[in-house]
């Protein structure tokens, strides 16, 4: 009876052990010829939760190319990429399952509505708390052309691929699936991995699993590979592989990153040194291989170093090859070993990887600064940026997004995040987050309590809440904050010391929180620049009085070393020396620079501009205090020498803005410009403009593009008086108030603006609507459609003159809005400029003008890839006058839309245009030189 039970409870550990785990087992045949895979699959999976399940839930995210209108698809055309959307239905993949069997029978799937890449299994039997399911599949993969998402066939053939087989999802109280948004955060359980990949010879395969056996045949190769306890599915089969193989102590470094030329000993020597660095921190690697690709470094790089061109050596090539390779190294060892669900709980792996970039960087390199070697230069080293470290620019990338309002909370999932944030502020604000939170528990509590998790939980399964406990079980200080407010809101930190009260022996002072947070400050006291004492300050709420013992100190200060990432650092400072030492002095500076909050900087901006025919180029300078962070305040002064008209021209601008968290109304600004520059040869023009402006927005999700803005302004003009045209020159002073609302949604395929127009001038009162819908379809056509309506309210300006009148063609800005560059040209190519305003027609009609309403409809459909055919109609109505009927039609080449466009009209009210004498003075175009226009299209793929 004992032999029996103990042979029992020997069956029941073998049972277990064989069984009681994941496993997936793969057998793909590659034909090469044409882009697939033939996939005979094996996944057995066990229910580890206590619940029973009748249905199973299964990631295909290769099947997420398959249509323009996953949400994979949705997401690239979100960040104005429109390679997928135009892209052939053969550069396309897809997954074409035959057949999902258990124990020999077909079993019922489906593929989710609106989310094709995850199916859905009906199972035969129910499964039940710790048992496994076991599934065959049968499936064909169609690879895509790898310039979507960088995964898939590339122009040279070589297949880098990721996702590209059929995995299990999650259950763990409910199912954790979503679709492929292309951030590389597949959530799948720890698997005993067997591949067989038979492709022809030819190839080189690299993979980081394990090779267990080769076998040469004479066209093909049959490769088994195997590794245990893995998440990572990443192949790459190369024509001629890159990859390069550096053996450490305790791993294997299988990398193609580039290695900026580096002799082999260099490279070898800074493998050593990385990888000392992560084992000593993170302990030793579970697996046998860690493959660092380029393809990891390209999405995830050392923002800094990839900005400057590479005739710039701003680092050592060294430098720059070490970071690159402990960055991926750093994150790819996380991404295999801390298996938390990166779609909602990114942040802590992001916020650990900063965090020892951070730690390297102060170890090994503690005198690199921001600008590296350029901060050296003669010139540059006057700049404030030039005394930064090179991790101070974690805390200015961050700052770049809460100084416009733009963050978003650490906790939000990571296809809700903008790609900025994504990619940059968010990573950065979790890493100097643990470096506050660090700073704050003292005695190495927070490093040490990250090893030691690591170590506990390298390849459980485990969760940012499970971090929490963890590290609040590891200090006595009240850290609540930390998890509450910094991680899950957008509260911005923000500090200042009020009152102070000295004696020779004490001081007493108030810190106010300028914020609703209840995160706490360090407050320092120095003697010159040597620091006396420092102490943390807690529970602030609003305002905090304190005494604390002077000893010697001549000066307080909050965040003194700049550790928390506060909002404002202007106001974190004191001086005991009497009030006079507590004005900054004035700094000037050439060029723009880096905010010094000890200063008040002005800078002075050298200007080369061409804004119209009349000035021609000028010269001149502007002063202004705006810094690389915005400012809520802010001013500028730029006068200019124009050679042409040899005048001094300028402008001046003076505004204050109101940021508002959690709020459809996110920003507020108001403040008047001025503005002289000439309207015509030898004719001047002065604008004044008060103004005010509300800014709306969705308030839960940054993402969408949809935008609201409210302007009221009082436009004050006077002009130089036009002897030769009495009819412009009869009032050529006047002002008017105009009230703007204009709604838009600006996405790459669906594109949709409308907004109302009312201007009250001293003899006319208008109004005005105009709405545009721009549509790019499935088969690749784009439709333009735009609709104007204008009426005078009143009218009593001069009939002869057209001056304040609805424009069919060419609006004469009397608010001077546009950025004509001849705006008073009757002829000659000056006057072919087109404004997409108003009527919006391309031919000069022989009634151009309206003086008491006015009606358009313009469209264009494509012809073939950027040429499109426009049509527009619409009712000219002047006083005294029965309506008019107008129409042109023609060409528009689209270059890019928006800014760079030519338009060829060829048949209109004045018959085939295109046969007509002159005709080249009938081309119009419509172009940008416009700096801020321009980088606008950088903007919207990131913000």
Same mark, same amino acid.
């Given at each position: 009876?004992?032999?029996?039970?103990?042979?029992?409870? $020997?069956?029941?550990?073998?049972?277990?052990?064989? =069984?009681?785990?994941?496993?997936?087992?793969?057998?793909?045949?590659?034909?090469?010829?044409?882009?697939?895979?033939?996939?005979?699959? *094996?996944?057995?999976?066990?229910?580890?939760?206590?619940?029973?399940?009748?249905?199973?839930?299964?990631?295909?995210?290769?099947?997420?190319?398959?249509?323009?209108?996953?949400?994979?698809?949705?997401?690239?055309?979100?960040?104005?990429?429109?390679?997928?959307?135009?892209?052939?239905?053969?550069?396309?993949?897809?997954?074409?399952?035959?057949?999902?069997?258990?124990?020999?029978?077909?079993?019922?799937?489906?593929?989710?509505?609106?989310?094709?890449?995850?199916?859905?299994?009906?199972?035969?039997?129910?499964?039940?708390?710790?048992?496994? %399911?076991?599934?065959?599949?049968?499936?064909?993969?169609?690879?895509?052309?790898?310039?979507?998402?960088?995964?898939?066939?590339? &122009?040279?053939?070589?297949?880098?691929?990721?996702?590209?087989?059929?995995?299990?999802?999650?259950?763990?109280?409910?199912?954790?699936?979503?679709?492929?948004?292309?951030?590389?955060?597949?959530?799948?359980?720890?698997?005993?991995?067997?591949?067989?990949?038979? +492709?022809?010879?030819?190839?080189?395969?690299?993979?980081?699993?394990?090779?267990?056996?080769?076998?040469?045949?004479?066209?093909?190769?049959? $490769?088994?590979?195997?590794?245990?306890?893995?998440?990572?599915?990443?192949?790459?089969?190369?024509?001629?592989?890159?990859?390069?193989?550096?053996?450490?102590?305790?791993?294997?470094?299988?990398?193609?990153?580039?290695?900026?030329?580096?002799?082999?000993?260099?490279?070898?020597?800074?493998?050593?040194?990385?990888?000392?660095?992560?084992?000593?921190?993170?302990?030793?690697?579970?697996?046998?291989?860690?493959?660092?690709?380029?393809?990891?470094?390209?999405?995830?790089?050392?923002?800094?170093?990839?900005?400057?061109?590479?005739?710039?050596?701003?680092?050592?090539?060294?430098?720059?090859?070490?970071?690159?390779?402990?960055?991926?190294?750093? +994150?790819?060892?996380?991404?295999?070993?801390?298996?938390?669900?990166?779609?909602?709980?990114?942040?802590?792996?992001?916020?650990?990887?900063?965090?020892?970039?951070?730690?390297?960087?102060?170890?090994?390199?503690?005198?690199?600064?921001?600008?590296?070697?350029?901060?050296? $230069?003669?010139?540059?080293?006057?700049? +404030?940026?030039?005394?930064?470290?090179?991790?101070?620019?974690? @805390?200015?990338?961050?700052?770049?997004?809460?100084?416009?309002?733009?963050?978003?909370?650490?906790?939000?999932?990571?296809?809700?995040?903008?790609?900025?944030?994504?990619?940059?502020?968010?990573?950065?604000?979790?890493?100097?987050?643990?470096?506050?939170?660090?700073?704050?528990?003292?005695?190495?509590?927070?490093?040490?309590?990250?090893?030691?998790?690591? !170590?506990?939980?390298?390849?459980?399964?485990?969760?940012?809440?499970?971090?929490?406990?963890?590290?609040?079980?590891?200090?006595?200080?009240?850290?609540?904050?930390?998890?509450?407010?910094?991680?899950?809101?957008?509260?911005?930190?923000?500090?200042?010391?009020?009152?102070?009260?000295?004696?020779?022996?004490? @001081?007493?002072?108030?810190?106010?929180?300028?914020?609703?947070?209840?995160?706490?400050?360090?407050?320092? *006291?120095?003697?010159?620049?040597?620091?006396? !004492?420092?102490?943390?300050?807690?529970?602030?709420?609003?305002?905090?009085?304190?005494?604390?013992?002077?000893? &010697?100190?001549?000066?307080?200060?909050?965040?003194?070393?700049?550790?928390?990432?506060?909002?404002?650092?202007?106001?974190?400072?004191?001086?005991?020396?009497?009030?006079?030492?507590?004005?900054?002095?004035?700094?000037?500076?050439?060029?723009?620079?880096?905010?010094?909050?000890? %200063?008040?900087?002005?800078?002075?901006?050298?200007?080369?501009?061409?804004?119209?025919?009349?000035?021609?180029?000028?010269?001149?300078?502007?002063?202004?205090?705006?810094?690389?962070?915005?400012?809520?305040?802010?001013?500028?002064?730029?006068?200019?020498?124009?050679?042409?008209?040899?005048?001094?021209? #300028?402008?001046?601008?003076?505004?204050?803005?109101?940021?508002?968290?959690?709020?459809?109304?996110?920003?507020?600004?108001?403040?008047?410009?001025?503005?002289?520059?000439?309207?015509?040869?030898?004719?001047?023009?002065?604008?004044?403009?008060?103004?005010?402006?509300?800014?709306?927005?969705?308030?839960?999700?940054?993402?969408?593009?949809?935008?609201?803005?409210?302007?009221?302004?009082?436009?004050?003009?006077?002009?130089?008086?036009?002897?030769?045209?009495? =009819?412009?020159?009869?009032?050529?002073?006047?002002?008017?108030?105009?009230?703007?609302?204009?709604?838009?949604?600006?996405?790459?395929?669906?594109?949709?603006?409308?907004?109302?127009?009312?201007?009250?001038?001293?003899?006319?009162?208008?109004?005005?609507?105009?709405?545009?819908?721009?549509?790019?379809?499935?088969?690749?056509?784009?439709?333009?459609?735009?609709?104007?309506?204008?009426?005078?309210?009143?009218?009593? *300006?001069?009939?002869?003159?057209?001056?304040?009148?609805?424009?069919?063609?060419?609006?004469?800005?009397?608010?001077?809005?546009?950025?004509?560059?001849?705006?008073?040209?009757?002829?000659?190519?000056?006057?072919?400029?087109?404004?997409?305003?108003?009527? #919006?027609?391309?031919?000069?009609?022989?009634?151009?003008?309206?003086?008491?309403?006015?009606?358009?409809?313009?469209?264009?459909?494509?012809?073939?890839?950027?040429?499109?055919?426009?049509?527009?109609?619409?009712?000219?109505?002047?006083? %005294?006058?029965?309506?008019?009927?107008?129409?042109?039609?023609?060409?528009?080449?689209?270059?890019?839309?928006?800014?760079?466009?030519?338009?060829?009209?060829?048949?209109?009210?004045?018959?085939?245009?295109? #046969?007509?004498?002159?005709?080249?003075?009938?081309?119009?175009?419509?172009?940008?030189?416009?700096?801020?226009?321009?980088?606008?299209?950088?903007?919207?793929?990131?913000?």
């Amino acid at each position: 009876m004992k032999l029996r039970f103990f042979y029992c409870i $020997i069956f029941f550990l073998i049972y277990h052990t064989i =069984f009681a785990q994941n496993k997936i087992d793969v057998k793909a045949v590659f034909d090469i010829e044409n882009k697939q895979i033939k996939i005979s699959q *094996t996944i057995q999976y066990q229910n580890t939760s206590q619940d029973e399940l009748q249905a199973i839930y299964l990631n295909d995210w290769n099947n997420s190319y398959a249509t323009k209108k996953t949400p994979l698809a949705i997401r690239i055309a979100d960040e104005y990429k429109n390679d997928f959307h135009l892209a052939k239905n053969e550069d396309r993949g897809f997954s074409v399952i035959t057949s999902i069997r258990q124990n020999g029978e077909n079993l019922i799937y489906e593929q989710l509505e609106n989310q094709i890449d995850i199916v859905k299994v009906e199972l035969k039997k129910t499964l039940k708390p710790n048992d496994s %399911y076991i599934i065959q599949l049968e499936y064909l993969v169609q690879i895509p052309n790898a310039k979507f998402t960088s995964y898939g066939i590339t &122009d040279s053939g070589d297949f880098n691929l990721r996702y590209w087989y059929i995995t299990p999802a999650i259950y763990n109280g409910e199912w954790q699936y979503y679709s492929n948004k292309d951030l590389d955060d597949l959530f799948i359980p720890k698997s005993d991995i067997s591949l067989e990949i038979e +492709h022809p010879n030819g190839y080189v395969l690299t993979s980081e699993l394990n090779t267990d056996k080769t076998t040469q045949l004479p066209n093909k190769q049959i $490769i088994k590979l195997s590794g245990k306890n893995r998440t990572n599915n990443k192949l790459f089969l190369s024509k001629k592989s890159d990859f390069k193989t550096l053996q450490t102590d305790n791993f294997t470094i299988v990398s193609n990153i580039n290695d900026e030329n580096l002799e082999i000993l260099d490279k070898v020597l800074i493998t050593e040194k990385v990888t000392k660095f992560i084992l000593d921190n993170f302990g030793k690697y579970p697996h046998e291989r860690l493959l660092l690709t380029n393809i990891d470094y390209s999405k995830n790089p050392v923002y800094g170093l990839n900005f400057l061109p590479n005739f710039i050596k701003a680092y050592p090539n060294h430098f720059q090859y070490e970071l690159k390779l402990l960055k991926i190294a750093l +994150h790819n060892y996380l991404e295999n070993t801390l298996l938390l669900n990166p779609r909602k709980e990114q942040w802590l792996i992001d916020g650990i990887l900063v965090y020892y970039l951070m730690n390297y960087v102060e170890q090994h390199y503690p005198n690199m600064k921001f600008l590296g070697s350029i901060a050296d $230069i003669w010139g540059v080293r006057s700049f +404030h940026a030039s005394d930064m470290k090179f991790n101070d620019k974690y @805390i200015l990338a961050f700052m770049l997004m809460a100084r416009t309002n733009r963050d978003q909370p650490l906790t939000m999932q990571k296809d809700s995040l903008l790609k900025f944030n994504k990619n940059i502020a968010n990573k950065y604000k979790a890493g100097i987050g643990l470096k506050y939170l660090d700073d704050f528990v003292n005695h190495d509590i927070v490093e040490n309590s990250i090893q030691s998790f690591l !170590s506990k939980n390298k390849l459980k399964a485990t969760s940012v809440k499970n971090f929490e406990t963890y590290i609040k079980s590891k200090t006595n200080k009240d850290i609540d904050w930390f998890f509450k407010d910094y991680l899950t809101t957008r509260k911005k930190i923000d500090f200042k010391i009020r009152k102070v009260k000295k004696t020779e022996d004490s @001081i007493t002072l108030t810190i106010k929180n300028k914020r609703e947070n209840n995160m706490p400050v360090s407050l320092y *006291t120095l003697n010159n620049d040597s620091i006396v !004492s420092k102490i943390w300050v807690q529970d602030i709420d609003k305002n905090k009085t304190l005494t604390i013992p002077r000893n &010697d100190a001549n000066k307080l200060v909050l965040n003194y070393n700049s550790i928390i990432p506060e909002i404002n650092l202007r106001d974190n400072w004191k001086s005991l020396k009497g009030y006079f030492f507590n004005n900054k002095p004035l700094q000037f500076r050439l060029f723009q620079d880096v905010e010094d909050p000890y %200063y008040n900087q002005v800078f002075l901006m050298p200007i080369v501009e061409f804004n119209n025919i009349y000035d021609g180029f000028t010269l001149g300078g502007k002063l202004y205090n705006k810094t690389v962070l915005r400012k809520l305040f802010n001013y500028k002064i730029a006068p200019r020498y124009s050679f042409k008209s040899k005048t001094i021209t #300028g402008s001046a601008d003076i505004s204050n803005s109101h940021y508002f968290e959690n709020s459809n109304l996110y920003f507020l600004k108001y403040g008047i410009s001025a503005g002289y520059s000439s309207y015509a040869e030898d004719l001047f023009v002065t604008k004044i403009t008060p103004r005010i402006r509300f800014f709306f927005r969705p308030k839960d999700d940054l993402r969408s593009n949809k935008r609201e803005t409210l302007t009221l302004r009082y436009v004050d003009i006077n002009r130089d008086q036009d002897v030769n045209n009495i =009819f412009t020159s009869n009032e050529p002073n006047y002002s008017v108030l105009n009230l703007r609302y204009i709604n838009s949604n600006d996405n790459l395929i669906h594109f949709k603006k409308w907004y109302t127009d009312l201007q009250i001038g001293k003899k006319f009162s208008k109004l005005a609507f105009n709405y545009e819908y721009r549509r790019l379809f499935e088969s690749n056509r784009q439709l333009n459609v735009r609709a104007f309506a204008g009426a005078f309210l009143k009218n009593n *300006t001069n009939l002869n003159s057209d001056y304040f009148s609805f424009a069919l063609d060419r609006p004469t800005d009397y608010l001077f809005d546009y950025n004509y560059l001849g705006r008073s040209e009757d002829t000659g190519i000056f006057s072919q400029q087109y404004i997409d305003a108003e009527g #919006g027609f391309k031919s000069k009609l022989e009634t151009p003008f309206a003086n008491q309403w006015i009606t358009t409809l313009n469209a264009s459909t494509t012809l073939w890839k950027y040429i499109l055919v426009y049509g527009d109609v619409g009712f000219v109505k002047n006083k %005294y006058q029965s309506p008019n009927f107008v129409y042109d039609s023609g060409i528009r080449i689209n270059l890019v839309t928006d800014y760079f466009e030519i338009y060829l009209p060829i048949y209109s009210n004045l018959g085939w245009e295109i #046969g007509q004498p002159n005709y080249d003075q009938s081309i119009r175009f419509k172009f940008t030189v416009d700096p801020q226009s321009l980088l606008g299209l950088f903007r919207r793929r990131w913000y």
